[in-house]
């Protein structure tokens, strides 16, 4: 069962601008994961936020964490063409560190 | 420092073929994991090991099987190769506390 479910499925913005992922899930956690996977390619992390953390810069990357709503934002800033790609989030399960489920993720495109 | 390293890259199979995926760690990691990745389901977790010796089952098992012999190494065995195992494999560490490193894939068809 999908612990993480994101939202959209798939999101088309112009070169420049912002995105926003959000990620919803099931189960109290310990922290959570985003990743991105470029076509045909393995997965590369991102960032972690942890359970007790609500929000936590990257670069171009914010996250956000709301454990009160079970939910998660990514937004990616000043949008570039080396964006597209999919993005997933992972969460694993309170008290246990021993693995990781991911959501169907959400398909980012940066129209030029 | 290679990371996680899957091998083969691409492999065709017969139904019923029995054929072992290879991925190998160089960090020391505890955890490692295996994954299958099919259009629109995102990532499934096949089975998982929290060290050398110890493996537990993830999302969708059933017709793999794997061994922890060594800290470095994860073989997933297909054991009777069907159609629906067609799918592309990612093989993840981690050392616990962090994000997961993943291998670049192998693309699995089962004819």
């Known amino acids: 069962s999908q612990q993480g479910e994101e939202d959209p499925q798939a999101l088309s913005i112009q070169e420049g601008e912002n995105a926003t992922m959000n990620c919803s899930y099931k189960t109290s956690i310990n922290n959570l994961q985003w990743y991105r996977q470029n076509s045909g390619r393995g997965l590369v992390h991102l960032i972690l936020i942890r359970s007790n953390e609500r929000e936590k810069h990257s670069g171009r990357l914010r996250v956000t964490l709301d454990t009160s709503k079970k939910s998660s934002s990514l937004l990616i800033t000043a949008s570039r063409a080396a964006d597209t790609a999919s993005y997933f989030c992972?969460?694993?399960?309170?008290?246990?560190?021993?693995?990781?489920?991911f959501g169907k993720g959400t398909r980012l495109h940066i129209l030029p | 420092n290679a990371g996680v390293t899957q091998t083969p890259k691409f492999q065709v199979l017969k139904t019923g073929q029995s054929m072992t995926l290879q991925c190998a760690q160089d960090?020391?990691?505890?955890?490692m994991s295996w994954y299958r990745q099919d259009p629109g389901m995102g990532l499934r977790l096949i089975h998982y090991s929290v060290g050398a010796g110890i493996t537990d089952q993830g999302e969708v098992p059933n017709g793999y099987n794997v061994s922890r012999s060594t800290t470095e190494d994860f073989p997933l065995r297909l054991l009777s190769a069907a159609p629906s195992q067609t799918s592309v494999y990612f093989c993840a560490s981690y050392r616990g506390q962090g994000g997961y490193t993943f291998g670049s894939g192998t693309r699995l068809t089962v004819v």
């Open positions: 992972a969460t694993d399960r309170m008290n246990r560190d021993d693995k990781i489920i």
């Open positions: 960090m020391n990691h505890e955890y």
